[in-house]
Nanobody, 123 residues
Framework: QVQLVESGGGLVQAGDSLRLSCVHS????????MGWFRQAPGKEREFVAA????????EYAESVKGRFTISRDNAKNTVYLQMNSLKPDDTAIYYC????????????????WGQGTQVTVSS
């Protein structure tokens, strides 16, 4: 069984920063990629960033490139999402997810999901 627990969300103003964390526990063997997705009200869940456990190779959505940074701490089984220069459009529930596949950006490639953490950016 796999558990993913996100934390670090909150209410901030435009231009502020937040760092999200996702702890991966339980059956961690077989997880090759960790991803962050987000879902705003009335919108579909969309890809934000992904990172491989082994090489630390990353992938980002165009909308967050240059502002968000994904990283991982293998010893802690934890993935982070550093979000800088936040915009109101970044307001969403942020989910982390685990995939057996390498650096995928599609939701269907991710088998396990956390419960999400709310990020609200006021203008």
């Amino acid at each position: 069984q796999v558990q993913l627990v996100e934390s670090g969300g909150g209410l901030v103003q435009a231009g502020d920063s937040l760092r999200l964390s996702c702890v991966h526990s339980g059956r961690t063997f077989g997880s090759n990629t960790m991803g962050w997705f987000r879902q705003a009200p009335g919108k579909e869940r969309e890809f934000v960033a992904a990172i491989t456990w082994s090489e630390g190779t990353t992938e980002y959505a165009e909308s967050v490139k240059g502002r968000f940074t994904i990283s991982r701490d293998n010893a802690k089984n934890t993935v982070y999402l550093q979000m800088n220069s936040l915009k109101p459009d970044d307001t969403a529930i942020y989910y982390c997810a685990s995939s057996r596949r390498l650096l995928r950006v599609d939701r269907g490639s991710y088998s396990y999901w956390g419960q999400g953490t709310q990020v609200t950016v006021s203008s």
